[in-house]
Nanobody
Framework: VQLVESGGGLVQAGGSLRLSCAAS??????MAWYRQAPGNQRELVAQ???????YYAVSVTGRFTISRDNAENTVDLQMASLRPEDTAVYYC???????????WGQGTQVTVSS
């Protein structure tokens, strides 16, 4: 099983970025994006079930949108109205149904300048 993130980078406050995660090697249940800023614990940003039921952290509600494509085994995070406090390494995670465990990507850096 492998998860590969892409789409991170540097953006000015108020800007947008789209993160993508390509998963392979299993059929996947819940998929999610977490983030971790320096000195902070890793936190859940958004989650999506296989039936596309979504959950968002309060801090990103209304600004971020999570989506998935079950046929392609991808999960995306569209981020808008970015703030400097959104700066973090963003990680994709997915529950592999065959292996019955969660897998993580390597992370992608998002930096929002003020």
């Amino acid at each position: 099983v492998q998860l590969v993130e892409s789409g991170g980078g540097l953006v000015q406050a108020g800007g947008s970025l789209r993160l993508s995660c390509a998963a392979s090697g299993s059929i996947f249940g819940n998929m999610a994006w977490y983030r971790q800023a320096p000195g902070n614990q890793r936190e859940l940003v958004a989650q999506i079930t296989r039936d596309s039921i979504t959950y968002y952290a309060v801090s990103v509600t209304g600004r971020f949108t999570i989506s998935r494509d079950n046929a392609e085994n991808t999960v995306d995070l569209q981020m808008a109205s970015l703030r400097p406090e959104d700066t973090a390494v963003y990680y994709c995670t997915a529950r592999a149904l065959t292996q019955r465990r969660d897998y993580w990507g390597q992370g992608t850096q998002v930096t929002v300048s003020s």
